[in-house]
């Protein structure tokens, strides 16, 4: 039953995801009445089934293989290693639970109201909402748009939620597969199958471009190569999926390679090519808000879309599909809808996989760095010359810094190696603030540490460098 009379509120968030909670605890705090609206869990696809489960089992496989290794340091580990998938799974939905439930302590103490229902637009300051008890129309002031994304079907293997599995099924497996199919070479499958591949199974990667993360610098991408190979994973590239089909028992996938057909059967298979805006059925048509040809809505610097009280954040506005730009844009959109000033400027995203060594970068590439009109010097330090990464024998990578030639100005940083999705922030605060090589050289790192490669190469920069020999 709808209620018709209208509840009014300042602020309506509909997506209680990465961008749609921080928005509106900020909002929150900057005084506006505030009502967060998602049908889902609190964080959304990040926290629930996407970026904090993921790399829970990721952290759980790598584990597995420090245990296996442990005889080259000396200790020696007797028997199987056992996985117990359904206990490794219990364990990663209690990280996940505790995060939701801070989340949802965040919330209450900010003052933010929050509704567990399904919203959909009506006209122009209205949405009806439905939950278990009902329906409740709510006229709002400003309206942001958290909605997110949802993983890219193949027509021809659509999900069946058994053996043909997005990654959200992928995360709840109750076992390790005899053999895992992995449909796309991108960071979501090349993370998800490089984590089952540590806990046994057999991996085969179909890629339909002719490399693993396209899009990533190539001597990135080079060292992970490697370690796949060392891990047994197979990667297909070139691989056009035609099709496939669940037995029953197992998952047979046809696909073609210059031309030839091939069928490749595992007992599942993970379909990761992407992700699509959620956008389609919420009624944006009914208030006027655009989308582009791909059903991404757009924006402007200040997240507002073309209807100036609407705005949207996260993965549903389309750019880079990153839980931390989701979080940053929803900061802007509620001091916008708030009255602030606020626009979207920043200088340098980081960029994190979380593969086999990680890999994390942010700014220019050199070459990104020239087509703009750089003149260019970059500086290369190998973790093998690292005490820290050696002492944990994970010392395969490096960590590059791209400057300005004539400033020594940072203007990128690319990473691969252990611990690098942390070591990106430095990198990132440098390019924010303007810092120059000889700031970072002029910094002093602890040792033994992981940090210090970024120094090294900084002092590489600047001509003087002592743990690796000058470039002549």
């Excluded at 030639?405 to 605060?429: C, D, H, N, W, Y």
Aim: some cysteine; hydrophobic content about 40%.
């Amino acid at each position: 039953m709808t209620n018709e009379a209208k509840k009014e509120l300042d602020l309506l968030v509909i997506g209680a995801g990465s961008g749609g909670y921080v928005a509106a605890i900020r909002a929150a705090q900057l005084g506006r009445k505030v009502v967060l609206v998602d049908k889902a869990e609190l964080g959304g696809v990040c926290l629930n089934r996407g970026c904090i489960p993921s790399k829970a089992l990721i952290s759980a496989s790598e584990r597995v293989k420090h245990i296996q290794h442990a005889g080259s340091m000396g200790i020696k580990v007797s028997g199987d290693v056992v996985v117990d998938m359904p206990e490794v799974v219990k364990w990663k939905d209690g990280i996940v639970n505790k995060l939701t439930s801070g989340v949802q302590t965040l919330l209450k103490g900010n003052g933010v109201e929050v509704i567990s229902g399904e919203a959909y637009l009506t006209e122009a300051h209205t949405a009806r909402v439905k939950t278990a008890d009902g329906e409740q129309l709510y006229a709002y002031q400003d309206l942001i748009l958290a909605i997110g994304s949802l993983p890219t079907e193949l027509k021809s293997l659509p999900f069946d939620q058994k053996r043909i599995l997005s990654s959200t099924e992928a995360l709840t497996l109750q076992e390790v597969p005899n053999h895992l199919v992995v449909v796309g070479g991108g960071y979501i499958g090349l993370e998800l199958g490089t984590a089952y591949a540590k806990f046994g199974a057999n991996v085969t990667i179909l890629e339909g471009s002719d490399t693993i993360l396209p899009g990533t610098d190539p001597m990135l991408t080079n060292v992970v190569k490697r370690h796949l190979k060392d891990l047994g994973v197979t990667v297909i590239t070139n691989a056009l999926v035609q099709g496939g089909e669940n037995t029953g028992e197992e998952v047979n996938v046809r696909f073609q390679v210059n031309g030839k057909d091939e069928v490749m059967t595992g007992d599942y298979c993970l379909v990761s090519i992407g992700r699509k805006p959620n956008t389609r059925t919420i009624g944006l048509e009914n208030i006027g808000v655009e989308l582009d040809s791909r059903g991404f809505i757009q924006i402007n610097k200040q997240c507002q879309t073309n209807v100036d009280h609407v705005y949207a954040i996260g993965d549903c506005a389309g750019g880079d599909l990153l839980a931390h730009k989701a979080s940053y844009e929803g900061k802007i959109a509620a001091e916008v809808a708030s009255g602030q000033k606020s626009v979207i400027d920043f200088q340098a995203m980081p960029f994190v996989i979380f593969s086999d060594p990680e890999v994390a970068y942010t700014g220019l590439t050199e070459k990104a760095a020239k087509e703009q009109g750089y003149n260019t010097i970059s500086s290369r330090f190998p973790f093998q010359a690292n005490g820290r990464a050696l002492s944990v024998s994970d010392a395969d990578g490096f960590v590059q810094i791209v400057a300005e030639q004539e400033t020594k100005r940072v203007l990128g940083v690319q990473m691969v190696g252990p611990e690098v999705s942390s070591l990106i922030a430095e990198a990132v605060f440098a390019i924010e603030t303007g810092a120059t090589a000889e700031d970072l050289s002029l910094t002093i790192h602890a040792h033994p540490t992981l940090p210090e490669p970024l120094m090294e190469a900084a002092e590489g920069i600047m001509g003087h460098p002592i743990h690796m020999l000058n470039k002549k």
